[in-house]
C-alpha cells in the first residue's frame, strides 16, 4: 500500500531506521503528536525518535492507508523494542511535508 508522497516517505524512513530522512519529512514547524504528547520542531521529533520510534527500533507494516483532503491516516502493526501493536498515524500535509502526525490507537 502506498501514501501521499510526503507519508511514503516518512513511513519508509521510519521503518529503515533514517532518522534524518524522517525529519527532513517534517515541515520546518512540524509537530509529532503521540497520545496527547507533542514533539514541535526537528529537534523536538528527533528527541522523541531517539527515544521512542527510530531509536527502538521501530518496524511498521502497513495495513490500511486512508486519504482524506491532506489527512492521510496509516494504520499499522507496529514492532520493535519499544510499543508493539495496531496504531493509527494520522498524518497531515502541507506541500510535499508532513506538518503533523498524530499517534493514536
Known sequence: MTAHPAVQR??????????EGF????????AVDDWG?????????????DEEFIGVDVSLAVTEVR???AMVTVSADVGGR??????????TVSGD?????????
Do not use: C, H, K, Y
Not at 97 to 105: D, F, K, P, Q
Open 97 to 105: 511535508r508532513v506538518s503533523l502526525m498524530r499517534i493514536t490507537g
Open 67 to 69: 486519504q482524506t483532503g
Open 37 to 49: 504528547r507533542e514533539f514541535r520542531g526537528r529537534e523536538a521529533i528527533r528527541s522523541w525518535s
Open 23 to 30: 525529519l527532513r519529512s517534517f515541515t520546518d514547524g512540524g
Open 10 to 19: 516518512a513511513i519508509d524512513a521510519a521503518d529503515s531506521g533514517d532518522t
Open 82 to 91: 519499544g510499543f508493539n501493536g495496531p496504531s493509527d498515524f494520522t498524518f
